[in-house]
Protein backbone atom coordinates (compact mmCIF):
# COMPACT_ATOMS: atom_id res chain seq x y z
CA UNK A 1 0.00 0.00 0.00
CA UNK A 2 2.58 2.22 0.94
CA UNK A 3 4.47 1.83 -2.69
CA UNK A 4 1.54 2.39 -4.53
CA UNK A 5 1.01 5.43 -2.29
CA UNK A 6 4.45 6.39 -3.20
CA UNK A 7 3.86 5.57 -6.92
CA UNK A 8 1.17 7.33 -7.23
CA UNK A 9 2.83 10.67 -5.98
CA UNK A 10 5.82 10.34 -8.08
CA UNK A 11 3.50 10.15 -10.82
CA UNK A 12 1.80 12.94 -9.72
CA UNK A 13 4.40 14.75 -9.44
CA UNK A 14 5.47 13.96 -12.79
CA UNK A 15 2.32 15.20 -14.35
CA UNK A 16 2.67 18.40 -12.42
CA UNK A 17 5.64 19.23 -13.83
CA UNK A 18 5.02 18.31 -16.79
CA UNK A 19 1.48 20.23 -17.01
CA UNK A 20 4.00 23.41 -15.92
CA UNK A 21 6.67 23.12 -18.31
CA UNK A 22 3.67 22.99 -21.24
CA UNK A 23 2.28 26.12 -19.69
CA UNK A 24 5.87 28.10 -20.01
CA UNK A 25 6.33 27.01 -23.30
CA UNK A 26 2.86 28.74 -24.23
CA UNK A 27 4.06 31.54 -22.37
CA UNK A 28 7.88 32.04 -23.83
CA UNK A 29 5.35 31.42 -27.45
CA UNK A 30 3.27 34.23 -26.94
CA UNK A 31 6.36 36.76 -25.47
CA UNK A 32 7.99 35.40 -28.96
CA UNK A 33 5.40 36.58 -31.05
CA UNK A 34 4.82 39.85 -29.12
CA UNK A 35 8.17 40.27 -29.59
CA UNK A 36 7.93 39.49 -33.30
CA UNK A 37 4.78 41.90 -34.03
CA UNK A 38 6.08 44.75 -32.07
CA UNK A 39 9.35 44.10 -33.94
CA UNK A 40 7.43 43.94 -37.58
CA UNK A 41 5.70 47.46 -35.80
CA UNK A 42 8.92 49.03 -34.88
CA UNK A 43 10.80 48.04 -38.82
CA UNK A 44 7.27 49.33 -40.83
CA UNK A 45 6.87 52.63 -38.26
CA UNK A 46 10.73 53.11 -38.59
CA UNK A 47 10.67 52.67 -43.04
CA UNK A 48 7.83 54.39 -43.11
CA UNK A 49 9.12 57.49 -40.87
CA UNK A 50 12.06 57.42 -43.09
CA UNK A 51 9.78 57.27 -46.54
CA UNK A 52 7.81 60.23 -45.80
CA UNK A 53 9.97 62.25 -44.28
CA UNK A 54 12.77 61.95 -47.35
CA UNK A 55 10.17 62.13 -50.05
CA UNK A 56 10.70 64.82 -52.85
CA UNK A 57 8.37 67.79 -51.75
CA UNK A 58 5.92 68.90 -54.75
CA UNK A 59 7.49 72.71 -55.82
CA UNK A 60 4.54 75.63 -55.42
CA UNK A 61 4.65 76.80 -58.54
CA UNK A 62 2.91 80.21 -60.27
CA UNK A 63 2.05 81.32 -63.75
CA UNK A 64 2.76 84.69 -65.27
CA UNK A 65 1.76 85.88 -69.19
CA UNK A 66 3.09 88.73 -70.68
CA UNK A 67 1.83 90.06 -74.19
CA UNK A 68 3.89 92.12 -76.18
CA UNK A 69 2.03 93.80 -78.39
CA UNK A 70 5.30 95.14 -81.14
CA UNK A 71 4.96 97.22 -84.21
CA UNK A 72 4.96 94.08 -86.71
CA UNK A 73 3.83 91.58 -84.36
CA UNK A 74 2.55 90.44 -81.09
CA UNK A 75 3.80 87.57 -78.76
CA UNK A 76 2.53 86.02 -75.94
CA UNK A 77 4.94 84.47 -73.49
CA UNK A 78 4.18 82.08 -70.42
CA UNK A 79 6.09 81.83 -67.93
CA UNK A 80 6.55 79.98 -64.56
CA UNK A 81 8.70 80.34 -61.26
CA UNK A 82 8.31 78.87 -57.65
CA UNK A 83 6.44 80.50 -55.22
CA UNK A 84 9.42 80.73 -52.61
CA UNK A 85 11.87 83.12 -54.08
CA UNK A 86 15.64 84.35 -53.67
CA UNK A 87 16.80 87.19 -52.32
CA UNK A 88 13.16 88.77 -53.35
CA UNK A 89 13.11 87.93 -56.85
CA UNK A 90 11.07 85.06 -58.32
CA UNK A 91 13.35 82.41 -60.66
CA UNK A 92 11.05 83.03 -63.80
CA UNK A 93 11.69 80.90 -66.70
CA UNK A 94 9.81 80.91 -70.26
CA UNK A 95 7.36 77.77 -70.50
CA UNK A 96 5.92 78.51 -73.99
CA UNK A 97 5.18 81.01 -76.31
CA UNK A 98 2.91 81.68 -79.19
CA UNK A 99 3.06 84.04 -81.90
CA UNK A 100 -0.03 86.22 -82.57
CA UNK A 101 -1.41 85.69 -86.35
CA UNK A 102 -1.56 88.87 -88.52
CA UNK A 103 -0.08 92.60 -87.66
CA UNK A 104 0.56 94.13 -84.12
CA UNK A 105 -2.36 95.28 -82.64
CA UNK A 106 -1.55 99.52 -83.76
CA UNK A 107 -2.75 98.16 -87.34
CA UNK A 108 -6.36 98.02 -86.22
CA UNK A 109 -6.91 101.45 -86.08
CA UNK A 110 -9.96 100.97 -88.64
CA UNK A 111 -11.52 97.92 -86.91
CA UNK A 112 -10.28 98.30 -83.45
CA UNK A 113 -12.73 94.82 -82.05
CA UNK A 114 -10.26 93.08 -84.66
CA UNK A 115 -7.26 94.09 -82.31
CA UNK A 116 -8.48 91.70 -78.68
CA UNK A 117 -9.92 89.16 -81.15
CA UNK A 118 -6.59 88.17 -82.50
CA UNK A 119 -5.27 87.92 -79.17
CA UNK A 120 -7.87 84.55 -78.74
CA UNK A 121 -6.13 81.56 -80.17
CA UNK A 122 -2.94 82.40 -78.20
CA UNK A 123 -5.05 83.06 -75.40
CA UNK A 124 -7.00 79.89 -75.36
CA UNK A 125 -3.44 78.14 -75.41
CA UNK A 126 -2.54 79.86 -72.03
CA UNK A 127 -5.36 78.89 -70.59
CA UNK A 128 -4.73 74.98 -71.48
CA UNK A 129 -1.24 75.60 -70.17
CA UNK A 130 -1.31 76.82 -66.91
CA UNK A 131 -3.55 74.55 -64.56
CA UNK A 132 -7.34 75.62 -64.10
CA UNK A 133 -7.32 75.90 -60.30
CA UNK A 134 -4.09 78.83 -60.84
CA UNK A 135 -6.15 80.55 -63.50
CA UNK A 136 -7.64 83.18 -61.18
CA UNK A 137 -3.90 83.77 -59.75
CA UNK A 138 -2.24 84.13 -62.54
CA UNK A 139 -1.64 87.33 -63.79
CA UNK A 140 -1.53 88.77 -67.11
CA UNK A 141 0.16 91.87 -68.76
CA UNK A 142 -0.14 93.47 -72.20
CA UNK A 143 2.71 95.98 -73.09
CA UNK A 144 2.31 97.70 -76.22
CA UNK A 145 5.93 99.06 -77.61
CA UNK A 146 6.93 101.63 -80.33
CA UNK A 147 4.03 100.97 -83.03
CA UNK A 148 1.81 101.91 -80.37
CA UNK A 149 3.78 104.83 -79.21
CA UNK A 150 3.60 105.89 -82.69
CA UNK A 151 -0.26 105.96 -83.00
CA UNK A 152 -0.72 107.70 -79.79
CA UNK A 153 1.43 110.37 -81.18
CA UNK A 154 -0.42 110.42 -84.45
CA UNK A 155 -3.97 109.72 -82.92
CA UNK A 156 -4.66 109.18 -79.16
CA UNK A 157 -8.18 108.44 -79.51
CA UNK A 158 -7.17 105.84 -81.31
CA UNK A 159 -4.99 104.50 -79.57
CA UNK A 160 -6.99 104.77 -76.68
CA UNK A 161 -9.75 102.55 -78.51
CA UNK A 162 -7.10 99.87 -79.08
CA UNK A 163 -5.99 99.97 -75.58
CA UNK A 164 -9.57 99.58 -74.78
CA UNK A 165 -11.06 96.62 -77.04
CA UNK A 166 -7.52 94.54 -75.87
CA UNK A 167 -8.67 95.05 -72.22
CA UNK A 168 -12.26 93.86 -72.55
CA UNK A 169 -11.43 91.00 -74.42
CA UNK A 170 -8.53 89.89 -72.21
CA UNK A 171 -10.89 90.00 -69.26
CA UNK A 172 -13.16 87.85 -70.73
CA UNK A 173 -10.34 85.23 -69.82
CA UNK A 174 -10.29 83.68 -66.17
CA UNK A 175 -7.04 85.23 -65.34
CA UNK A 176 -5.99 88.14 -63.27
CA UNK A 177 -5.85 90.61 -65.56
CA UNK A 178 -3.65 93.59 -64.46
CA UNK A 179 -4.10 95.73 -67.04
CA UNK A 180 -3.06 97.00 -70.88
CA UNK A 181 -0.46 99.49 -71.65
CA UNK A 182 1.87 101.43 -73.66
CA UNK A 183 5.42 101.01 -72.02
CA UNK A 184 8.32 103.75 -72.59
CA UNK A 185 11.51 103.24 -74.56
CA UNK A 186 13.46 103.31 -71.49
CA UNK A 187 11.32 100.37 -69.88
CA UNK A 188 11.63 98.12 -73.02
CA UNK A 189 15.24 98.55 -73.15
CA UNK A 190 15.78 97.83 -69.91
CA UNK A 191 13.72 94.95 -69.43
CA UNK A 192 15.48 93.81 -71.94
CA UNK A 193 19.12 94.44 -70.59
CA UNK A 194 17.61 92.13 -67.04
CA UNK A 195 16.03 89.57 -69.02
CA UNK A 196 20.05 88.73 -71.07
CA UNK A 197 21.69 89.29 -67.87
CA UNK A 198 18.83 86.86 -66.19
CA UNK A 199 19.50 84.41 -68.31
CA UNK A 200 23.29 84.76 -68.48
CA UNK A 201 23.13 84.05 -64.70
CA UNK A 202 24.72 87.55 -64.12
CA UNK A 203 22.82 88.46 -61.15
CA UNK A 204 23.54 85.37 -59.38
CA UNK A 205 26.92 85.28 -59.52
CA UNK A 206 28.90 85.47 -55.86
CA UNK A 207 30.02 88.90 -55.49
CA UNK A 208 31.69 90.57 -52.73
CA UNK A 209 31.62 94.34 -52.77
CA UNK A 210 31.42 95.16 -56.43
CA UNK A 211 28.29 93.97 -58.99
CA UNK A 212 29.49 91.41 -61.22
CA UNK A 213 29.77 91.72 -64.68
CA UNK A 214 26.87 92.03 -66.75
CA UNK A 215 26.28 92.28 -70.55
CA UNK A 216 25.12 95.21 -72.74
CA UNK A 217 21.67 95.10 -74.15
CA UNK A 218 20.63 95.99 -77.66
CA UNK A 219 16.76 95.82 -78.84
CA UNK A 220 15.80 96.21 -82.79
CA UNK A 221 12.21 96.32 -83.25
CA UNK A 222 9.96 97.66 -86.39
CA UNK A 223 9.58 101.14 -85.20
CA UNK A 224 12.17 101.39 -82.63
CA UNK A 225 16.01 100.31 -81.26
CA UNK A 226 17.10 100.64 -77.69
CA UNK A 227 20.77 99.98 -76.01
CA UNK A 228 21.27 100.20 -72.64
CA UNK A 229 24.48 98.94 -70.76
CA UNK A 230 26.52 100.06 -67.23
CA UNK A 231 28.74 102.10 -68.50
CA UNK A 232 32.17 102.77 -66.01
CA UNK A 233 31.95 106.28 -65.11
CA UNK A 234 28.92 108.55 -63.79
CA UNK A 235 26.13 108.94 -66.40
CA UNK A 236 25.52 112.20 -66.96
CA UNK A 237 21.88 112.66 -68.30
CA UNK A 238 19.24 111.78 -65.53
CA UNK A 239 16.75 111.01 -68.55
CA UNK A 240 19.07 108.64 -69.79
CA UNK A 241 19.67 107.26 -66.02
CA UNK A 242 17.78 104.37 -64.71
CA UNK A 243 18.34 102.43 -61.20
CA UNK A 244 17.10 98.91 -60.62
CA UNK A 245 17.60 96.46 -57.63
CA UNK A 246 17.62 92.73 -58.47
CA UNK A 247 19.10 89.54 -56.14
CA UNK A 248 20.02 92.17 -53.45
CA UNK A 249 22.38 94.47 -56.02
CA UNK A 250 21.81 97.73 -57.20
CA UNK A 251 22.62 98.56 -60.89
CA UNK A 252 22.82 102.58 -62.59
CA UNK A 253 22.20 101.72 -65.99
CA UNK A 254 21.93 104.00 -69.44
CA UNK A 255 19.23 103.17 -71.06
CA UNK A 256 17.41 105.40 -74.60
CA UNK A 257 15.29 104.19 -76.96
CA UNK A 258 15.00 105.46 -80.53
CA UNK A 259 11.44 105.96 -81.72
CA UNK A 260 11.22 105.96 -85.72
CA UNK A 261 15.03 103.66 -85.43
CA UNK A 262 13.39 100.32 -86.13
CA UNK A 263 14.15 98.87 -89.14
CA UNK A 264 10.69 99.25 -90.40
CA UNK A 265 10.64 103.25 -89.95
CA UNK A 266 14.00 103.39 -90.75
CA UNK A 267 13.52 102.14 -94.29
CA UNK A 268 10.53 104.90 -94.40
CA UNK A 269 12.95 107.53 -93.66
CA UNK A 270 15.25 106.42 -96.13
CA UNK A 271 12.84 106.49 -98.57
CA UNK A 272 12.04 110.03 -97.91
CA UNK A 273 15.80 110.78 -99.04
CA UNK A 274 15.11 109.24 -102.52
CA UNK A 275 14.12 111.47 -105.11
CA UNK A 276 10.70 110.21 -106.94
CA UNK A 277 11.15 110.66 -110.87
CA UNK A 278 8.32 111.97 -112.82
CA UNK A 279 7.02 108.78 -113.83
CA UNK A 280 6.41 107.72 -110.48
CA UNK A 281 9.57 105.86 -109.84
CA UNK A 282 12.09 105.48 -106.85
CA UNK A 283 15.70 104.14 -107.80
CA UNK A 284 16.65 102.08 -104.77
CA UNK A 285 20.31 101.26 -104.26
CA UNK A 286 19.56 99.32 -101.14
CA UNK A 287 17.08 96.70 -102.90
CA UNK A 288 18.72 94.06 -105.14
CA UNK A 289 19.47 94.61 -108.81
CA UNK A 290 16.30 94.70 -110.71
CA UNK A 291 14.12 94.08 -108.00
CA UNK A 292 10.53 95.85 -107.68
CA UNK A 293 8.02 96.61 -106.28
CA UNK A 294 4.93 99.12 -105.97
CA UNK A 295 4.06 100.81 -103.29
CA UNK A 296 0.88 102.73 -101.87
CA UNK A 297 2.03 106.17 -100.67
CA UNK A 298 -0.71 106.95 -98.04
CA UNK A 299 -0.53 103.40 -96.53
CA UNK A 300 3.51 103.00 -96.69
CA UNK A 301 4.08 106.34 -95.06
CA UNK A 302 1.36 106.14 -92.41
CA UNK A 303 3.41 107.12 -90.03
CA UNK A 304 4.82 110.37 -87.85
CA UNK A 305 8.24 109.18 -88.70
CA UNK A 306 7.62 109.87 -92.51
CA UNK A 307 6.67 113.48 -92.18
CA UNK A 308 8.04 114.38 -94.89
CA UNK A 309 5.94 112.71 -97.80
CA UNK A 310 2.35 112.66 -95.99
CA UNK A 311 0.99 114.61 -99.15
CA UNK A 312 3.03 113.03 -102.11
CA UNK A 313 2.61 113.75 -105.77
CA UNK A 314 1.97 110.43 -106.40
CA UNK A 315 -0.91 107.84 -104.82
CA UNK A 316 1.64 105.03 -105.78
CA UNK A 317 4.85 105.03 -106.68
CA UNK A 318 7.43 102.29 -108.27
CA UNK A 319 10.37 101.12 -106.39
CA UNK A 320 13.19 99.28 -108.40
CA UNK A 321 16.52 97.83 -106.83
CA UNK A 322 20.09 99.10 -107.99
CA UNK A 323 22.21 97.40 -105.46
CA UNK A 324 24.70 99.23 -105.17
CA UNK A 325 26.46 98.81 -101.18
CA UNK A 326 28.09 102.66 -101.11
CA UNK A 327 25.14 104.33 -102.31
CA UNK A 328 23.21 102.74 -100.00
CA UNK A 329 25.39 103.21 -96.88
CA UNK A 330 25.87 107.35 -97.78
CA UNK A 331 21.66 107.33 -98.22
CA UNK A 332 21.07 105.66 -94.36
CA UNK A 333 23.83 107.59 -92.84
CA UNK A 334 21.32 110.64 -93.96
CA UNK A 335 18.93 109.42 -92.07
CA UNK A 336 21.25 110.18 -89.06
CA UNK A 337 22.82 113.85 -87.92
CA UNK A 338 26.45 112.61 -86.56
CA UNK A 339 27.69 116.17 -86.08
CA UNK A 340 25.62 117.68 -83.33
CA UNK A 341 26.26 116.81 -79.45
CA UNK A 342 26.54 119.00 -76.89
CA UNK A 343 27.92 115.97 -74.14
CA UNK A 344 31.13 114.57 -74.16
CA UNK A 345 30.12 111.86 -76.47
CA UNK A 346 27.20 111.04 -78.13
CA UNK A 347 25.66 108.50 -80.28
CA UNK A 348 23.17 110.33 -83.24
CA UNK A 349 20.66 113.18 -83.28
CA UNK A 350 22.33 114.58 -80.22
CA UNK A 351 21.66 112.03 -77.66
CA UNK A 352 24.13 111.26 -75.16
CA UNK A 353 25.84 108.17 -74.69
CA UNK A 354 29.05 106.93 -72.86
CA UNK A 355 31.49 105.20 -74.56
CA UNK A 356 30.61 101.47 -75.51
CA UNK A 357 32.32 98.79 -73.09
CA UNK A 358 31.67 95.63 -72.16
CA UNK A 359 30.02 92.56 -73.73
CA UNK A 360 26.64 93.08 -75.51
CA UNK A 361 24.03 90.94 -76.37
CA UNK A 362 21.70 91.87 -79.60
CA UNK A 363 18.36 90.23 -80.31
CA UNK A 364 15.24 90.65 -82.48
CA UNK A 365 15.93 91.79 -85.74
CA UNK A 366 20.10 92.27 -84.88
CA UNK A 367 19.60 88.34 -84.29
CA UNK A 368 17.73 87.58 -87.78
CA UNK A 369 19.37 89.54 -90.08
CA UNK A 370 22.68 88.16 -88.73
CA UNK A 371 21.43 85.18 -88.56
CA UNK A 372 20.02 85.16 -92.78
CA UNK A 373 23.66 86.50 -93.55
CA UNK A 374 24.80 82.80 -91.16
CA UNK A 375 27.01 85.48 -89.11
CA UNK A 376 25.86 84.36 -86.06
CA UNK A 377 26.90 80.62 -85.53
CA UNK A 378 30.64 79.89 -85.45
CA UNK A 379 31.27 83.28 -84.22
CA UNK A 380 31.89 86.09 -83.32
CA UNK A 381 32.96 87.15 -86.86
CA UNK A 382 35.06 90.46 -87.94
CA UNK A 383 33.82 93.06 -88.78
CA UNK A 384 35.50 93.32 -92.05
CA UNK A 385 34.00 89.87 -93.27
CA UNK A 386 30.34 90.77 -92.17
CA UNK A 387 30.55 94.03 -93.99
CA UNK A 388 31.94 91.75 -97.33
CA UNK A 389 29.18 89.17 -96.66
CA UNK A 390 26.26 92.07 -96.95
CA UNK A 391 27.98 93.61 -99.89
CA UNK A 392 28.21 90.30 -101.97
CA UNK A 393 24.55 89.76 -100.94
CA UNK A 394 23.31 92.77 -102.37
CA UNK A 395 25.24 92.66 -105.20
CA UNK A 396 23.38 89.74 -106.63
CA UNK A 397 20.29 90.06 -109.02
CA UNK A 398 17.52 89.57 -107.85
CA UNK A 399 16.89 86.70 -109.75
CA UNK A 400 19.63 84.92 -107.99
CA UNK A 401 18.86 85.59 -105.00
CA UNK A 402 14.99 84.74 -105.26
CA UNK A 403 15.96 81.58 -106.76
CA UNK A 404 18.41 80.98 -104.09
CA UNK A 405 16.21 81.56 -100.32
CA UNK A 406 12.81 80.40 -100.65
CA UNK A 407 12.00 82.98 -98.17
CA UNK A 408 8.65 85.34 -98.43
CA UNK A 409 9.31 88.18 -100.46
CA UNK A 410 8.57 90.67 -98.46
CA UNK A 411 11.00 89.85 -96.04
CA UNK A 412 13.49 88.57 -98.83
CA UNK A 413 13.63 91.66 -100.56
CA UNK A 414 14.77 93.89 -97.23
CA UNK A 415 17.77 91.66 -96.21
CA UNK A 416 20.17 94.10 -98.39
CA UNK A 417 18.46 97.44 -96.46
CA UNK A 418 18.43 95.69 -93.28
CA UNK A 419 21.95 94.88 -93.38
CA UNK A 420 23.25 97.99 -94.21
CA UNK A 421 21.22 99.46 -91.54
CA UNK A 422 22.15 97.45 -88.61
CA UNK A 423 26.07 97.83 -89.89
CA UNK A 424 25.61 101.82 -89.79
CA UNK A 425 22.99 102.06 -86.76
CA UNK A 426 26.28 99.77 -85.04
CA UNK A 427 29.10 101.44 -86.09
CA UNK A 428 28.28 105.04 -86.81
CA UNK A 429 25.12 105.44 -84.47
CA UNK A 430 26.07 103.02 -81.60
CA UNK A 431 29.95 104.12 -82.12
CA UNK A 432 31.46 100.36 -82.35
CA UNK A 433 34.58 100.03 -84.29
CA UNK A 434 36.44 96.99 -85.69
CA UNK A 435 38.23 96.27 -82.17
CA UNK A 436 35.39 95.77 -79.94
CA UNK A 437 32.89 93.92 -82.86
CA UNK A 438 33.53 90.85 -81.40
CA UNK A 439 31.88 92.02 -77.90
CA UNK A 440 28.50 91.86 -79.86
CA UNK A 441 26.87 88.59 -79.52
CA UNK A 442 24.04 88.08 -81.62
CA UNK A 443 21.05 85.79 -79.85
CA UNK A 444 17.44 84.87 -80.08
CA UNK A 445 17.19 82.12 -77.29
CA UNK A 446 18.97 81.46 -74.29
CA UNK A 447 18.63 78.54 -72.65
CA UNK A 448 15.14 77.86 -74.01
CA UNK A 449 13.88 81.35 -73.22
CA UNK A 450 13.36 84.46 -75.75
CA UNK A 451 15.78 87.70 -75.44
CA UNK A 452 13.30 90.12 -75.55
CA UNK A 453 12.16 92.42 -72.80
CA UNK A 454 9.43 90.71 -71.86
CA UNK A 455 11.16 88.22 -69.23
CA UNK A 456 12.64 91.19 -67.63
CA UNK A 457 9.28 92.58 -67.19
CA UNK A 458 8.01 89.53 -65.63
CA UNK A 459 10.88 89.17 -63.66
CA UNK A 460 10.47 92.67 -62.23
CA UNK A 461 7.03 92.30 -61.72
CA UNK A 462 7.57 88.87 -59.28
CA UNK A 463 9.15 91.40 -57.06
CA UNK A 464 5.68 92.73 -56.13
CA UNK A 465 3.82 89.06 -55.66
CA UNK A 466 4.56 87.92 -51.94
CA UNK A 467 6.45 84.84 -51.57
CA UNK A 468 4.46 81.71 -50.25
CA UNK A 469 6.47 79.67 -47.43
CA UNK A 470 7.72 76.13 -49.59
CA UNK A 471 6.11 73.10 -48.42
CA UNK A 472 8.00 71.59 -45.24
CA UNK A 473 8.70 68.02 -44.18
CA UNK A 474 6.80 66.31 -41.17
CA UNK A 475 9.91 66.69 -38.86
CA UNK A 476 12.80 68.96 -38.40
CA UNK A 477 16.55 67.49 -38.82
CA UNK A 478 16.81 67.41 -35.06
CA UNK A 479 13.52 65.77 -34.48
CA UNK A 480 14.01 63.23 -37.57
CA UNK A 481 17.06 62.45 -36.41
CA UNK A 482 15.86 62.18 -32.92
CA UNK A 483 13.09 59.96 -33.93
CA UNK A 484 15.39 57.34 -35.59
CA UNK A 485 17.79 56.90 -32.95
CA UNK A 486 14.94 56.31 -30.14
CA UNK A 487 13.53 53.66 -32.41
CA UNK A 488 16.37 51.82 -33.66
CA UNK A 489 17.27 51.58 -29.86
CA UNK A 490 13.64 50.15 -29.59
CA UNK A 491 14.38 47.64 -31.92
CA UNK A 492 17.52 46.62 -30.75
CA UNK A 493 15.98 46.00 -26.94
CA UNK A 494 13.30 44.18 -28.99
CA UNK A 495 15.44 42.22 -30.71
CA UNK A 496 17.73 41.05 -27.90
CA UNK A 497 14.71 40.28 -25.76
CA UNK A 498 13.79 37.88 -28.84
CA UNK A 499 16.95 36.12 -29.28
CA UNK A 500 17.94 35.39 -25.20
CA UNK A 501 13.88 34.06 -24.78
CA UNK A 502 14.64 32.21 -28.02
CA UNK A 503 17.77 30.99 -26.45
CA UNK A 504 16.68 30.24 -23.43
CA UNK A 505 13.73 28.02 -24.73
CA UNK A 506 16.73 26.02 -27.03
CA UNK A 507 18.74 25.18 -24.26
CA UNK A 508 16.09 24.23 -21.57
CA UNK A 509 17.45 21.03 -19.86
CA UNK A 510 15.62 17.71 -19.68
CA UNK A 511 14.18 16.42 -16.41
CA UNK A 512 14.68 13.49 -15.27
CA UNK A 513 12.20 10.53 -14.04
Sequence with gaps: MGVRKALYCVSLSAHSEAGSDRIKQKKQRHLILLVSILVVTGVIILVTIAVVQNRSLPQKLKYGIVLDAGSSHTALYIYQWPAEKKNDTGLVKQLKSCKVKGAGISSYWVDVKQAGLSLKQCLDDAKEEVPEKQHHETPVY?????????????????????????????????????????????????????????????????????????????????????????????????????????????????????????????????????????????????????????????????????SGLHNPTHQTVRLIGTGNSDQCTNYIKSIFNFTSCTWRSCSFNGVYQPQVQGEFGAFSAFYFVMNFFKLVDEGPHDLDKVEKTVDEFCSRPWAEVKSKHKIEERYLSEYCFSGHYILVLLENGYNFTSSNWNTIKFMKKIKGSDAGWTLGYMLNLTNMIPAELPYSRPLTHASYMTVMVIFSIFLFILLLVGFLIFRKKLCRPLKKI
Excluded at 228 to 251: A, C, M, W
Excluded at 267 to 283: A, N, P, R
Design 142 to 306: LGATAGMRLLRLQNQSQSDQILHSVEEFIKSYPFNFQGARIITGQDEGAFGWITINYLMGNFLQDSTGENPQTLGAMDLGGASTQITFVPDGKIESEESLLHFRLYGKNYDMYTHSYLCYGKDQALKLLLEKLKVTGDGTIFNPCFNKEYTRFINMTTFYNSPCA
